[in-house]
């Protein structure tokens, strides 16, 4: 069976301070991974997705993650977040359906 | 480009009474379509998908149905309608083997 966790319910950074969420993943093959943002009230954007390849992806937005395939993680980091990064973040994994992890909401503080 | 719409935006009903959520996209053909409802707090669970027109697979037992009258429509459906019904109901479209999905704007449905 395919899930995935993200350990941080709630994060609080200050602007211009570095961002990492992390996201652990279940799944029986090579995963395909996907990072969606959710700002309140609207639908999911995705932010970026891993298939094969390089394990550093670039995203939209500045974000990067990095899948590590020994520790079973997919993180997400942001050098430098902006006021505007303030949202929910899922982790998801999966083929044509998709798992996602409970989410991560980030506050960004001035 | 494609375009994926959902209407209504928001919705009041009281229980008992029927559901009809529309979902529609545009810009490009035999998409699999979901549905996901997402609870206050919560993350985002899926109610059904579809590859193809008629064909509906239901991932949670329910009082929720799904159709998919057109090849880019997928509409959700319930006859009487549940509290525990309330939420975010969000589409999403995906196509070949990449496997990402594209997420509408979403309906909140609040049931009184």
């Known amino acids: 069976a395919q899930s995935v966790t993200q350990p941080d319910i709630h994060i609080t950074v200050s602007e211009g301070a570095s961002l990492e969420l992390r996201c652990n993943y279940s799944?029986?093959?090579?995963?395909?991974l996907f990072w969606y943002v959710q700002s309140p009230g609207q639908g999911l954007q995705l932010l970026l997705k891993?298939?094969?390849?390089?394990?550093l992806v670039q995203g939209i937005k500045g974000f990067e993650a990095e899948f590590k395939r020994s520790q079973s993680s997919f993180n997400l980091r942001k050098p430098s977040v902006h006021w505007s990064d303030a949202a929910e973040y899922f982790c998801a994994v999966g083929s044509y359906k998709l798992s996602f992890g409970a989410g991560t909401t980030v506050t960004v503080r001035a | 480009s494609q375009t994926i719409h959902q209407w209504p935006a928001t919705l009041v009903q009281p229980v008992g009474s029927p559901l009809s959520l529309e979902c529609t996209v545009e810009?490009?053909?035999?998409?699999?379509l979901y549905w996901y409802r997402q609870a206050a707090g919560r993350g985002l669970q899926l109610l059904f998908y579809s590859v193809g027109i008629g064909q509906i697979s239901s991932e949670v037992p329910q009082n929720l149905s799904a159709s998919r009258p057109q090849d880019r429509q997928f509409i959700l459906s319930s006859k009487k309608l549940l509290l525990s019904d309330s939420g975010f109901y969000l589409c999403?479209?995906?196509?070949?083997?990449?496997?990402?999905?594209?997420f509408g704007p979403g309906t909140r449905l609040t049931v009184t």
């Open positions: 799944y029986g093959a090579t995963p395909y």
């Open positions: 810009g490009t053909s035999n998409p699999n």
């Open positions: 999403a479209w995906g196509q070949g083997f990449s496997y990402e999905q594209y």
């Open positions: 891993y298939f094969s390849g390089d394990t």
